[in-house]
Each structure stands twice: as C-alpha cells, then as structure tokens.
C-alpha cells in the first residue's frame, strides 16, 4: 500500500474515500482492482452519492499490482457484503447509491472471494464425535427397531434431558455433551426400549396417564375417531406383549343427562360405559369392570395384542348437544358437557406370550430350533443389528464385544432374553449415540478432505430423516456409489420423497421458525376469552401441514411468502373467518385475491409467537423477520431499555401500539434499531396477539402504512436474502454447527445452483448436499 498524490477528476476510481461512521468500510471498500472492473462513472457516483459534500481525499491508494487484496481478509469483506445486500450501508438519513451500483460493487467482491473459496476450500472443523440428539436418538430407535410409537412412560424426551440450543437449533455438535448423569438416563432408557422390543413377558408394569388439557375443546369430533362422536383422545400406543392392559377413565364434570364413553382399540369398539344421569352397570364391551357415576373413575381390564394400536376414548355423541353448542360462545374450558380429564392405561396383565409385532419381525431374523442352533443365530441377529446401529458394515469385533452380554442373558432367561441384553448394550455404545468421523491417516494439519461414502451416508439421513441411513443408501454408501453425483441425486430425492421426510418440518422448520414456542404461549385469559388448546393446536398443525406441502409438492420457498392457500379445521377457520368449514379435520383452502393469510406471515403460530401474553409486538415481529427470513438480526437491545408505555396524556387514556412505540423510540439510543424492526412489525398490526384480523387498536384506526401486501412486496424485491437466509439455516441445520465467514461462498452457491428451478425445496437441499461445509471436512490444528 503506498501513499502518493493523484488527480481526484482524472482517477476517482483510485481513491480511498472516508466519512464519519462508515470510516471502516471507505478504507476498504474500493481498491483498484476493483474500479479495474467497473466504470470509473459508476465508482464515482458511489462516492458522490454517498459522501455528497463531505468527500475528502485520504491520499492513500492500493497498489495497482495487488490483485489479492480481497481474498487476504474475506471476514471483513464478508461483512462488508452483507452491509451491502442489505442496504443498511451507508447509515439511515445518508445520501444513497443507485440499487445497481450496490449490486455492480457487491457483485464484484462475492466473485473475488468465491473465486478464492474454489482454490483453496475451507469447509470448517467440526467434533470427530457428535452425539445424536435426543429427537435423532428418538427416531433412530424407531427405525432400527421398528418401534413407532412408544408408550409415553419411555417418551424420549421424558427419558432424556433437553438439548442445548444454539442459533435456534439444538443439534450443533459443539454443545452436546454427556455428562455422567446423562449417562445414567441413556442407561434407564436402553433398558425400558430393548425390553419393549423384545417383547419381554417379565417386564413390569408400565403406566401411561394421558392427561387431556383443561382449556381442550371436548364438543367436537376428534381426528381418527369415529364421526358420531366427541371430545376424548386418540392416542397411537405400544402394547409390547399380548396380555390384558388396564384403561382407568377420570371425567370432568357432573353429568345430569346419561352420556356414553366408547373406548376402541385400532377403530374395534371394546367398551361402552354409560355415565351421568340414573345409569349404573357395568357397560358392554369385551373388557371387564364397571361404570361409574361422573365424579368417580371407570376402570376395565381390556385385552389387546401385542404392537402399536390406536387408542381411542370419546363420548357418543347426542344430536342436541351439538345443536345447543353451535348456539353457545365458544369460551375457554373443555366445554359445558362431560368431558374426559385424564386415562391412564397399565399393563401388562395375564401375559400370552410376546405377540407378533414389527419390531420382533425387525429383529429375529432367525429362530433357533435347538441349543446348537443358538448362537450361530444370535451372531447372525447381532451382525445384522450392529450394521444398522453403527452405520456401517458390521465386524466381527463388533459381535464379539456383544456375545458376554447375549451369553449373560441367555443363562438368565434364554434366548430372547440373551437378544435383549445385547440390544440394550448396543443402544448406549459410541458407534450408535454417536456420529463418528476419522481422520485420514497422515493427513496434515488444517487440511480439507473429502468425508468417506459411509459418513456421508450418515450426515445425509440425519439431515433429511433426523435419523439413521436405510438399508438401501448403507448399501450405496458401502458400495462407493455416493460419490457419483447422478446416485447422490436419486438417493436424496428418494429420500425426500420418503415419510421420514416430516422431520425437515417437525425437526427443522419447526427450529428455524421457533414455531416450538407455540407450545409455552399463554395469552391472557380476559383479553382473549376464545384461546384454548384446540385453537394452539389447530396453529401448530397449519404451519405443519403448510410447510410440509412446499416439501412434498417441491414448490419454491418463495411460496412460504406468496402461497394462496392454506390449512384449516373449523375451529381455525372461524378464527380467521373463513366461511364454509366444518369438521375437525383439516383441509386445504385456496384464499381470496388479496387475502392477508397467504404464507407464513398471516399464519396464527406466528403471529402468535412474536406477541406477548396481553399484546402485540412489532419489535418482536420485526426482529422475527429479520432475523429468520432475511438473515439480517438487528444487535441486541442497550442495557436497562425501559418498558414500553401505554398510557396516554389523560387519565384512562391509551396509546395505540404506535403512538407509544413512537414516543419509546425518541431515544437516539432506540432508533436506529426501531428504524429497521418496526416497520415491519407495524406491517403486519392488523393481527391481533392470536392472529385475529382486527380494525381498530384501542379505539382508533390501525395504521399499518401498506400492510402485508406492502411487506411481501419488500421481501420478494428482497428475495435474494430470503432464498440466502433459508439456504443458511438448511446449511447450518445440516452441518451441526454454527456458520462462519468462510461458509458464505458455498451458501451463494447453494442458492444459484437452486436459481434456475426457482428455488425448489428439493433444489436448495441439493445445494446443501452437493456443498463443501456437507461434503467435507478440515483436519484438526
């Protein structure tokens, strides 16, 4: 770098240029090398434009022989790009550039340093073990075991503590640790789940109490149950042998009417038991025990095999009940009829055996006929399980650290019993609460290497599936074949195609957005009398089955923002007041032109989760959309903000959220942030703190300036970022870790890859697969 005199008329585009706030950005901002690309008129229109009357000449130049400036330092360029594509340089108030002359000079600076990415990639260092978390650990059990649905009393996420949380998710490796406490849980539950697959008939007593929410609606039909009737619960649960299982019914509420409660195993009617009025017996079904009166609990000894099945307890509809309730205001409480509070389910009882379910199917791959046949079946179920356990080809090491504890079994209670020892050993080892990777031997140190096909095989099905690889890709990745680019392509679509698929909704859309947060919402019960738990429900499920038809359909993400339709029950559709819905089901509904409920922005989940319990928020909205859509999160607030004020100059009076959010923001402190956050949150004012369209806030007309029409035009003109944002949550879901600097290049590439499909959902997690953060790795220091 040199200091030297030039003529600011003839050679503007050499010249460093400084003001004020920005001195950091001038200083670095416009090498030579840069103005060698682009016209001299265009830098300087820049400079003009931004510096206006306080251009000053610093007198110091890059030399024009240095064409690797960039490169040298791509954390600060990096940063500088980003102030770019996001307009937020130069400072609010300050003249600004042409928009084509952001993009001409951020343009430029993401070739140079894309250029510099490709030569010599850095693909980051990531743990050489990252152990599953509790969700993956949920599902990789049900996949090697086929166990779909566990008994809630082994519910991974009763069993296992919570996961630490970094960037929204809860699956970056850095922070998951085991603790020796932690150790002692992973214990508990191998043993809980290997003697639930095996189908052990001297296991203990399980209880299962499914306790139903006060403010759950109990007068409509329930999804799954049979039409004719309402309220209770459907609930999918493991019965792990064939035996007789106890259902103990609480009801809510005196009836003075005679009600009936149906009890169904898989939609067969088992019980029927009358309550309330002037009944009594016993009811009539193919279980044993009594009725009851409403204030007293109904207990009965049901048969039922062995696997998963669909439990059902409802009432049997009576047509004036639902007539008088479609005449009541719907309020909060399970409604003004009997309702169920709880059933709990034990068992088992009188064991007949282990039954013949799925995950015995999965697991005894052979049946020895005699002592001599034995262990030779044993190695032969053990190989086959540390394959799909370990993820990856089993060894004959691998079964004989298993046989003690088989053998240990076996003399305890034979051979299932020598099954399940193993299994449970195998559920707490390394190679299956863990993902490991290894190095290459004599690699050098902070060196980029291409992963192996078997750990790719795992990174893609814990991404995708949040789960273990299937036989079909361990066999491809055990075969070399990943690294064809052709078979990478059809192993991912296939498996986006595949049911275990839901996870990108369940597990990584539901972090992204935070709709989790649904779940500890609870709005005031005076301001909002209609809020219960049918209505979050019904929230969490639109936004599920929303997301889930841009994976499924493999439309543009653009659509989260655009989409004319959406998904709705009854009870949701009254909400929104959309005429002509009835049911509990859910359904899709195309939208009127202009409607302001299209896309993730007019959906109650998130409406809901940016409000607080008495009001709405357009900083937490705001800062929701700039954080999560636009990859742009404002800094955090200075220390000691006051809390906003409501009230107005005279007694009684009340602001409305802008006015007092006008009179918060007078603060110089305050402002700069609120200029970026508020109007967006006053975009989208009209809704209420559960989503409700609303007119007027505290009496007076709501001003939301161009509202949602007028917010999504602003994210689609800015629909760059928002392609770049989902891309970098996809990418930073998939690689477990944090992103940094050196992640931007393959994120731009993700995105222009997924350009010419419009940006499928298929398309960016392509991207994210074919990328160098997914595909490789750096050698340690």
Known sequence: MKHRDTDPQTNAASRILTCGVSLWLCLSLFPLTLAAQMPAAVFTQYCVTCHNARLKTAGLVIDPTDTAHVSTNPELWEKVIRKLRSGSMPPAGAPRPSPATYDAVATFLETELDRAAAAKPNPG???????????????????????????????????????????????????????????????????????????????PVMVNIHRLHPEQWQEERVDELSFGTRGGLAVRSYFPVNAEYNFKVEVAGAARDAHQIEITIDGERMQLIPVGGNTGGTGGGRGRGRGAAADRPLEFRIPVKAGSRLVGVTFIEKNQARDEETLRPRMRGRGTLPALASVTISGPFNVNGPGDTPSRHRLFLCKPTGAADELACAKKILATLTRRAYRQPSTDADVQRLLPFYTAGKMEGGFDRGIQKALERVLVSPQFMFRIESEPPNVAPLTAYRISDIELASRL???????????????????????????????????????????????????????????????????????????????????????????????????????????????????????NVTGSFFRRVTLPEGSPRGGLLGQGSILTITSYANRTSPVLRGKWVLENL????????????????????????????????????????????HARMDPIGFAMENFDAIGRWRDRDSGKPIDAEDGIPGLKKMLLEHSGEFVSAVTEKLLMYAAGRNLQYYDAPAIREIVRSGAPSNY????????VVKSVPFQMRRSAG
């Not at 064809?484 to 539901?510: W, Y």
């Not at 607030?637 to 918060?664: C, F, I, S, W, Y």
């Open 125 to 203: 260092t990531l743990p050489l073990l990252h152990r599953l978390t509790r969700t993956e650990y949920q599902n990789a059990v049900r996949d090697l075991l086929a166990l779909d649905a566990l008994p809630k009393e082994m519910d991974i996420s009763l069993l296992l503590p919570a996961d630490n949380v970094s960037s929204g998710f809860d699956n970056i490796a850095d922070l998951l640790f085991v603790s020796p406490a932690t150790m002692e849980r992973y214990l508990d539950a191998a043993r809980k789940i290997s003697r639930l697959a095996v189908g052990d008939p001297e296991m």
């Open 461 to 579: 099905s814990f991404f995708i599936w949040s789960s273990i690889p299937d036989d079909e890709l361990l066999d491809a990745a055990i075969a070399g074949k990943l690294k064809n680019a052709a078979v990478l392509e059809q192993q991912v679509r296939r498996m986006l195609a595949d049911g275990r698929s839901e996870s990108m909704v369940t597990n990584f859309a539901a972090q992204w957005l935070y709709l989790r947060d649904i779940e500890a919402k609870q709005p005031d019960e005076i301001l909002f009398p209609n809020w219960d738990e049918t209505l979050r429900e019904a929230f969490r499920r639109e936004t599920e089955l929303f997301l889930e038809s841009i994976l499924r359909e493999n439309r543009s993400v653009l659509d989260l923002l655009t989409a004319n339709y959406t998904f709705v029950n009854e009870r949701l559709a009254k909400h929104y007041g959309i005429p």
């Open 630 to 673: 636009l990859a742009a999160p404002p800094p955090p607030p200075p220390p000691n903000v006051p809390a906003l004020k409501t009230d107005g100059p005279e007694p009684g009076q009340t602001l409305t959220m802008r006015e007092a959010m006008t009179k918060h923001r007078a603060s110089p402190a305050c402002a700069s942030c």
């Open 760 to 767: 499928t959902f298929a398309s960016l997690v392509l991207g």
